[in-house]
DNA sequence: GGTAAAACTGCAACGTGTTTCTATTATGCC
DNA sequence: GGCATAATAGAAACACGTTGCAGTTTTACC
C-alpha cells in the first residue's frame, strides 16, 4: 500500500505548473458543482483544464487524491476568510457551535459539491494519508480556535481534553455530513445533531 | 436517485435462493477477507458463490449494496451472539465501553473484512438508503442495550438523552473506523479515543 | 403432466478509472 | 545557441463495475 501523493502547491517550480494545478482543481470543483461525484471524470477533468489525461495523472495520482486535494485547497480558503475576525460568542459552545453552522450553511449551497468531496473523502484509503492529513489538521485547528475564542494564539497547545473534545465534535460532524450526503439527514437535522453534540459535551 | 433495494433473507421464496444469497454472502466475506475491497470483484463473488453474474446483480444491484448486506447480516450474528448475556460492567459508561472494546477487536482479527465493510458502507449513496437502515437500527440496539444494562427491556423508548448519546458514540465509532483502516489510527488508539468519547459523554 | 412466468446461465458489450507508450515541447545548464 | 532532461500531449489499451440479451432451467399453477 505505497503512500503516493498529489503534487501540493509548494512542489511546484514553474508558475505554469502552479496554473496547471490550479486549472485542474479549478476544474474539479467546477465538474462537483455540477453533477457531484460521478460528474468528476478524470477525462473531462483533463479536458476542461486544458491538460492532458497523463498529466493530470501526474499532478494527482488517483480521482481521489485529486478530489481530497480540492478539499484542501477548499478548507485553506475558508480558514482564511475565517481567521479575519473573532469568532462571536462567549463560551466555547457558541463558539463551536457558530463555526459548525456557518459551515454547515456554505456546504448546503453547494451540494453536489459537497457530495463529491464527502465521498472522496471517506472513501479515501491509506495511499490517501497525506492528503487527509492535511484536512484533518485543518479541521482541528479551526475546531481549536473556536473552542479557545480570544484565548487562542497560533501554535498553542490545547490541553488534552480540549483536543478530545474537538476530536469528536469533528467525528459527529462527519458522520452528519455523509448522513446528509446521502440523504438520510435533513440540512436542519445535521446542525441540530451537531448543536445536541456540543451541548453534551462542553457541560 | 431511486431506491433499489438488495433481497432480503425474507424476501426470497425458496429454499434454492435463500442458499443462493448465502453463498453469495459467504463469498463475500471470504473475498474481503482474503483481499479487502479490491478483492471483492464481482465477477469473482459470482464464481465462487457459483452464479451467474446477473444473478448476482438480481440479488444485489450493485457492490456496495452488496457489501452493506454483508455488514448488516454480521451485525446480526454479532446481536444475536451479544444478546446471550447480560453485559458486564455497572456503569452505562462501562457497559458501553465493553461491546466497543469486544466489538474493535473483533474487527481487528480481520482487518481486510474490516476495510471492505466499511469503505462500503462509507461510500453508499442513497440507492442503499435502505440497507443502511437496518446497519444503523442494529448499531443503535446494541449501544441503548449497554446504555440500559439490565434494565433493558426489547422495544422499550429510549430517553432523548439517550438517543442523543448513543447517536454521537457511533459516530464517534464510525469516524474511527474509517481512520483505522486508512491507518491513521492504531487499534490502541481507535480504543482509547472511544474510551475518551463515552467518558466525555457519560459524566 | 403441461404450460406460462419467473429465475438463471453464459457471454458480449459499454463506461470510466487507470496505465502505458511514443512523439513533442518546455526547462535548465554550459 | 545547443544539448540533456523532464514535462506534456495524444491516444491506445486494460480492468472492473454494470448492463443487456438469447437461450435454458426452475417454479407455480391448473
Known sequence: MATVSSLTYDDLGSAAQRDRRRRILDATMALAARGGFD???????????????????????????????????????????LGRKPIPGDTPADRVAFVL??????????????????????????SVAGEIHVVGLQLTAMLNRALKGADYVEGAEPTE?????????????????????????SAQEVTDHLDTAVRLLLR
Not at 104 to 123: C, D, H, S, V, Y
Not at 177 to 182: D, E, K, M, N, P
Open 39 to 81: 460528474a468528476v471524470q478524470m477525462r473531462a477533468v483533463a479536458e476542461q483544464a486544458d491538460v492532458a489525461l497523463g498529466t493530470l495523472y501526474r499532478y494527482f495520482p488517483s480521482k481521489i487524491h485529486l478530489l481530497v486535494s480540492a478539499l484542501a485547497r477548499q478548507f485553506e480558503e475558508t480558514q482564511v476568510s
Open 101 to 126: 453552522a456557518r459551515a454547515t450553511r456554505g456546504l448546503q449551497k453547494e451540494p453536489n459539491t459537497t457530495e463529491a468531496l464527502t465521498r472522496a473523502f471517506m472513501f479515501a484509503d491509506s
Open 161 to 185: 481534553e480540549e483536543l478530545a473534545v474537538a476530536r469528536v465534535i469533528s467525528d459527529v460532524w462527519l458522520a452528519a455530513l455523509v448522513s446528509w450526503v446521502t440523504g438520510r439527514l
